[in-house]
């Protein structure tokens, strides 16, 4: 399918394209008003000045106004089938103006001089029509809304209406010839039906966001206008000649607007199927009224081919409907979440771009759906993928357009007001909707926590075209995957380059064998009665230029490029070396050590643990290995058996961030674990939540039933330890206690508390 017209959201601001033809437009002005003088003067004292005046005016204002819709349909691709049109029609009535110019120029032709102009409408109606039903629409092969059929169906319906129901033997009609009095009704019924289609805009019933729609419909309005007055005065002409270059003038400001409004509309052949009927309705009655009160035969001819027009129509529709839905699924549309697929985006992209509109893309990447997908099958893959395009729908705004560009993959185009803070406006964009996916999902009967990683960018005069903006978002994503902040956004500064990135993987190689990695401990303590029992090691990089560097920084980097293997080996290696020491100065502390999941792929790390443990002389008791259930998944098969393997040295194994991941009591029945560890978002609820503290409960005694020992992160107020105390929890950790803390520090800071740690026993 092609997009035809796309319209763009954002606050009102009139103006024009740039670019624009200002002189153009302002000659345009100019003739209007020249043509309006001779056509109030007229209406003022009919018999001055001459109609040729106002005629040749006329064919000048059509001239230059088909001028101006040729610019505008040559300058705007996206918007090239509505303004080509408009342009044809504009040129059609310029030659039927002429014409009529022309023909009275000559003595002998210049009774019918009028013919041409008089029947103009229904000459220009065919190109009019055609541009307003595919205005913010998709054109199809199969049933294009540019087929003027259903417009002519509707025309002659009108103008059967006229003829049965308008008194033209007597009054101010009967002056006029039978010609001009079927040209009058025919510029009424081709002005009403412009009318109605401009008053069906989308973006019109959108609460008119685009100017441009009021703009046609006014002008439609206006020329219904003039074709009512010559109804009802009977002089050939009337208002027309008034409201004729007000209409020109509409149609030309519109030309020049910036569009804006809302996302392109799919063609809709029930609708058009809809309008056939009921102008097949409107003909059926026609034809029975004109059958019993002796109506004319024009009015009998014109409903009959109405009726026959539109049932024609509306067989094509209807035929060719299910063919149309499966063309514009597969064309524009993801088949498993409904949402647009990957060619809607660059179209839409594309289609911004080219005039000049800011906008801005947000690349959306589901974290851990490899694991959900693996885990749990292809079945429960697609649920989330689903879910996730639910979500995110509600935080887009009017004109913002969500796809899906396959696999877990999901874009966000929208547009950015060209006054605010694009760059701003862009990161808002990313928040909002990594907002959205904060709570977990419900997929194959659990609740699985699944974020997302989001790079946002913004089109800027250089950046255009949406092949440079997929690659810059897409950069920003893997930032924000890297450095676990969930969204990054475009910065050339920093992401122009990636050399960057390995710059900063090469230094993390040279930390490995400096003293720039070190250890910080976070105590441990127990709930009951408040002894130092344990700490948890966690790794800060003490950068020589950028100074302290927290690990979610360079720890994504080093699982990328094969460094966590010899990273975790000089954790251990610092971990183990100081618990020894501890051991030796009579500080008895387990200390705990988190594997990644790359770690646990690591067949030869139970060997050279049991070394390292021998070497220092430390009970493998004393060491916690913590992985998180996300990790188990990976590779269960291999991962299991490094666990067995580690496991068999005597250590501990701790599940971390219990219950927040694929929480499955298959691990605490199968797996040797000593301990699980409740996630930091359980703790800050406990207090205010009875379901959260009902969960805990429940756990902490579940655990105990197994001989596990359960331990609370995160823990920041007594209210908190106090409960947690009185949930029958075993170990505390958190700011309350203390943050992590350098060895020296730690040591300083068990002096001050002057309790001697008491042997682990649990």
């Known amino acids: 399918m092609q997009a035809d017209v796309t319209l763009v959201d954002g606050p009102v601001r009139s103006r024009l394209l740039p670019g624009a033809p200002r002189w153009l437009l302002g000659l345009l002005v100019l003739a209007a008003v020249l043509c309006l003088i001779p056509a109030l003067l007229r209406l003022a004292r009919p018999g001055a000045p001459g109609p040729l005046v106002g005629v040749a005016l006329l064919a000048l204002l059509h001239l230059l106004l088909t001028g ?21 029609g504009a040129a059609v009535f310029f030659a039927a103006v002429t014409s009529a110019v022309v023909l ?27 541009a307003l039903v595919r205005w913010n629409r998709h054109s199809t092969s199969t049933a294009d809304p540019n087929d003027a059929l259903n417009g002519f169906s509707a025309v002659l319906a009108v103008d059967a209406l006229l003829n049965l129901t308008v008194d033209a033997g007597s009054g101010p009609l ?143 529709n209807v035929s060719e409907l299910a063919q149309l839905a499966a063309t514009r699924r597969e064309a524009l549309t993801d088949d498993l979440t409904g949402l647009a697929n990957r060619r809607a985006v660059l179209r839409r992209i594309s289609e911004l771009t080219a005039e000049g509109t800011p906008v801005a893309l947000a690349l959306l990447d589901v974290d851990k759906f490899k694991e959900v997908n693996d885990a749990l099958g292809h079945a429960a893959g697609d649920d989330l993928l689903r879910q996730v395009a639910q979500r995110l729908s509600p935080a887009l705004r009017a004109g913002d357009l969500l796809g899906r560009l396959g ?106 064998t400096t003293d720039e990695l070190v250890l910080h401990h976070q105590p441990q303590l127990d709930v009951a009665d408040s002894r130092v029992v344990g700490v948890e090691c966690l790794l800060r990089w003490v950068h020589p230029e950028r100074g302290l560097i927290p690990p979610a920084e360079f720890l994504p980097l080093a699982e990328v490029h094969g460094l966590m293997g010899p990273l975790t080996e000089r954790v251990l290696q610092c971990a183990i070396a100081q618990l020894a020491d501890w051991r030796g100065r009579g500080l008895d502390l387990r200390i705990s050590v988190n594997l990644s999941a790359s770690n646990l792929l690591d067949t030869g790390l139970p060997g050279r643990l049991a070394e390292l443990l021998t070497r220092h002389a430390v009970p493998p008791a004393s060491l916690v290995l913590e992985v998180t259930e996300s990790v188990l998944l990976t590779d269960p098969e291999r991962s299991l058996a490094v666990l067995a393997g580690l496991t068999a040295l005597g250590v501990a194994v701790s599940i971390d961030d219990f219950g927040t991941g694929y929480s499955s009591l298959a691990y605490l ?66 700011y309350l206690h203390s943050p992590a803390l350098p060895a020296p520090l730690l040591e300083r800071w068990l002096l001050d508390r002057e309790v001697v740690p008491a042997s682990p026993s649990r």
């Not at 040729?70 to 049109?85: K, M, N, Y």
């Not at 309705?281 to 001819?301: E, K, Q, R, W």
């Open 104 to 130: 009275h120029l000559v003595p002998a032709t210049r009774s019918v001089a009028m013919v041409p102009l008089a029947w103009s409408g229904a000459a220009v109606f065919p190109f009019w029509y055609g």
């Open 174 to 316: 009967a002056e006029l010839p039978g010609w001009a009095l079927q040209a009058v009704f025919a510029q009424f019924a081709v002005s009403f039906v412009l009318l109605g289609t401009a008053l069906t805009l989308p973006s019109l019933g959108g609460l008119g966001r685009d100017p441009r729609t009021w703009l046609l419909a006014a002008s439609q309005g206006l020329w219904v206008v003039g074709a009512v007055s010559t109804l009802v005065t009977g002089v050939q002409g009337g208002w027309t000649p008034v409201v004729h270059p007000l209409v020109v003038v509409c149609v030309a400001v519109a030309a020049t607007l910036r569009s804006r409004g809302s996302a392109p509309q799919p063609a809709d052949p029930a609708a058009a199927t809809i309008g056939a009927f009921v102008v097949i309705l409107a003909s059926v009655a026609i034809l029975l009224v004109a059958a019993l009160t002796g109506g004319p035969a024009v009015a009998v001819g014109c409903a009959a081919l109405a009726a026959i027009g539109a049932g024609v129509r509306m067989a094509v």
């Open 669 to 734: 029945r199968d797996l040797p674990v000593t301990e699980l560890k409740l996630d930091r978002s359980f703790t800050a609820d406990l207090c205010t939540d009875e379901r959260t503290a009902a969960i805990i409960a429940g756990t902490v005694d579940l655990a105990h039933r197994l001989g596990l020992r359960v331990v609370a992160e995160g823990v920041e107020d007594d209210r908190t330890l106090a409960r947690l105390h009185a949930l029958g929890c075993d170990v505390s950790q958190g």
């Open 407 to 512: 696999g877990d993959e999901f874009a966000v185009v929208a547009v950015l007001d060209p006054d605010g803070d694009v760059r701003a406006a862009a990161l808002a964009l990313g928040e909002r909707l990594h907002e959205q996916l904060a709570e977990p999902f419900p997929v194959d009967g659990m609740f699985v926590h699944c974020s997302a990683s989001i790079g946002v960018t913004s089109s800027t005069a250089a950046v255009r075209q949406p092949a440079q903006l997929l690659r810059r978002a897409d950069v920003a994503m893997y930032d924000a995957k890297r450095s676990g902040r969930g969204v990054a956004r475009y910065d050339s500064a920093v992401h122009s380059d990636s050399s960057g990135h390995l710059a900063l993987v090469e230094q993390l190689r040279t930390a490995l």
């Open 68 to 88: 101006l819709l040729t610019w505008r349909a040559w300058t705007i691709g996206s918007e090239r089938a509505v303004w080509a049109r408009l342009a044809l």
